[in-house]
């Protein structure tokens, strides 16, 4: 009982910690436990939804594919302010700005700074340099901030022009939306309390685990020989929240965001091995084939002039080599 008061306490001193950090940032649920407050069960973030069936089975089995090749460059990189005329890239260039599908809820990949108000992170820098190669300005963007489940239909409905969202390459994803290539390996893992016994994905059996509606993270948590029960929320904060709530066991994404979480409360921990791999592609509206070459004609020399580096760097610690490009033509 002892024990559990103290994870409470620290719990609430996490939460105002998240919310300190994420101050301003709209998708922070309104309902925040009240410090110090006697308020008997804490209000849940909304949208909070318990599968009792594996998410978003698609009807028909995706087919088989290698989803981590992409389409091969058609050349070397045309020069900044000189697209070629017809391309995606100078429809873009004409409109004046690049608009960009990220996140703001996660701290070191997409996240809002709370003291300048700009959205930050790995994801968010990679976004830049699309926006310098078109450009030759990383500022000519325009960011649409997306939950994981509004990240395809942005595509679809081309309310922007590419996602560079923690998104994993995935043959399902490949029928609606076309992938660049692999700019950053993660790796699927849990987080829990730092008082947990918990030791990974396979002592969740029978036990709350979140992760968000329509990430890869929800199926591989549904789909888990333990049989976990899957707790989905629209924005990973949500589920950061309810982990120190009590509300739920854990929280199993890919180790980045779970990175940043770690940071953002000191009283959890990331535990167990990587139990899938995720790779991460940018995203692009399935008939735009000449940016998905263009932005791995990029790709390729963000590779090899140490741009990749530093940012990875700058956001997720000392760079290892950076994942190998693979086409499919
Ligand atoms: N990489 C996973 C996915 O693409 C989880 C990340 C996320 O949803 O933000 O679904």
């Known amino acids: 009982m002892t024990k559990r008061f103290g994870r409470g306490r620290g719990a609430v001193v996490g939460a105002a910690a998240v919310l300190a950090l994420l101050a301003g940032c709209g998708a922070v649920p309104s309902s925040a436990p009240e410090i110090g407050g006697g308020s008997a069960v804490?209000?849940?973030?909304?949208?909070?939804?318990?599968?009792?069936?594996?998410?978003s089975a698609p009807a028909v089995a995706a087919p088989s594919c290698d989803a981590t090749a992409s389409l091969r460059p058609s050349g070397p990189l045309p020069a900044a302010g000189r697209m070629p005329g017809g391309s995606t890239m100078a429809r873009i260039a004409e409109r004046g700005r690049l608009t960009v599908g990220v996140d703001q809820n996660t701290y070191l990949m997409g996240f809002r700074n709370p003291f300048s108000g700009e959205l930050e992170g790995f994801?968010?820098?990679?976004?830049?340099?699309?926006?310098?190669?078109i450009f030759g300005d990383p500022t000519r963007i325009q960011f649409k901030v997306l939950t994981s489940e509004e990240r395809i239909p942005a595509l679809e409905n081309r309310e922007v022009d590419v996602v560079v969202r923690t998104m994993t390459v995935n043959c399902e994803r490949w029928q609606k939306v076309a992938f660049s290539s692999v700019y950053y390996?993660?790796?699927?893992?849990?987080?829990?309390?730092?008082?947990s016994d918990v030791t990974g994905i396979e002592s969740l059996g029978g036990r709350k685990v979140c992760a968000t509606k329509g990430s890869s993270s929800l199926a591989n948590v549904a789909g888990a020989p333990a049989g976990p029960i899957a707790v989905s929320v629209p924005n990973w904060t949500d589920c950061l929240v309810l982990l120190q709530q009590g509300q739920v066991d854990a929280i199993s994404t890919d180790n980045t965001i779970l990175a940043g979480f770690a940071a953002q409360d000191p009283y959890t921990k990331v535990v167990g091995p990587q139990f899938t791999a995720e790779p991460y592609g940018m995203a692009f509206p399935r008939p735009d084939e000449d940016f998905v070459r263009f932005v791995n004609a990029l790709l390729e020399r963000l590779r090899s002039d140490g741009t990749w580096a530093s940012i990875h760097g700058r956001w997720l610690g000392a760079p290892p080599a950076p994942p190998v490009a693979a086409y499919r033509d």
């Open 42 to 55: 804490p209000p849940r973030p909304t949208g909070v939804e318990e599968l009792t069936a594996p998410p």
């Open 185 to 195: 390996q993660a790796g699927q893992r849990v987080l829990v309390p730092s008082t």
């Open 123 to 133: 994801d968010v820098d990679m976004a830049r340099e699309v926006a310098r190669a």
